[in-house]
């Protein structure tokens, strides 16, 4: 069973560029976060997805973020017009339905803005 | 304002050693309280986790000791070994909340041989 898999591992864009980050749950999990993480921090909860459905966005920033978690393929995360403070580790976690709070962590999409 | 807060802010144990890594928390909502030990490179991985109807849990070399009075938990790696040396993030979230995990800051623990 693969685990929690992220693409692009790293990705480099110029201030002004579209990031794209995605992510494919757990086989057989329908949950999945998508948490920000800086150098020296802890990990920030921004976006809670089911399939179809944004459940808690609470943690994301209000202008030129999204997320996406479609009916079939991965969940998106979509960063537009990129500064140089967006250079962060994203990681994203898949749950299953009956444990929703054991978090499986992927290795994450380091994304660096030139 | 941190709801979840680590320390030491990093750590040395000689190989052989207890580890001891302490984590406060403020919202009383919070009832489960997980780590997670990070490589480099790598995402966060559960350890080990608590609820606040027990006081400590153990899983091998990893106890979980929980204060539910004083609004604290701490982690203990007894036996320290040099493929221990990682980040640990101590966590907490309320159940039924959308399961959103709080993390502390995070430490870093080193076992020398």
């Known amino acids: 069973n693969a685990g929690v898999m992220q693409n692009p591992r790293h990705l480099v864009r110029r201030r002004g560029q579209e990031a794209r980050l995605r992510c494919s749950p757990m086989k057989g999990h329908s949950h999945v976060y998508w948490y920000r993480q800086l150098p020296e921090e802890g990990l920030k909860f921004m976006v809670y997805l089911q399939k179809e459905n944004i459940i808690d966005e609470s943690g994301m920033p209000k202008e030129r973020f999204s997320a996406e978690f479609p009916k079939e393929g991965p969940s998106i995360l979509r960063i537009q017009q990129v500064v140089r403070g967006d250079s962060a580790a994203y990681f994203c976690?898949?749950?299953?339905?009956?444990?929703?709070?054991?978090?499986?962590f992927g290795s994450g999409t380091q994304l660096s803005v030139l | 304002q941190q709801q979840v807060k680590q320390s030491p802010q990093s750590l040395i144990v000689q190989k052989g050693g207890i580890s001891i890594i302490n984590c406060a928390y403020e919202n009383t909502a919070f009832d489960y309280f997980p780590w997670y030990q990070q490589f480099p490179g790598k995402g966060p991985a559960l350890l080990i986790a608590i609820r606040p109807d027990v006081s400590e849990k153990k899983e091998g070399r990893f106890t979980i000791s929980f204060n539910k009075s004083a609004k604290q938990f701490s982690l203990h790696i007894m036996d320290s070994q040099p493929g221990d040396s990682a980040t640990y993030f101590c966590?907490?979230?309320?159940?039924?909340?959308?399961?959103?995990?709080?993390f502390g800051k995070g430490i870093t623990l080193s076992v020398r041989p």
């Open positions: 976690a898949s749950s299953p339905p009956d444990t929703r709070e054991k978090l499986f």
């Open positions: 966590a907490a979230s309320i159940s039924g909340a959308n399961s959103k995990l709080t």
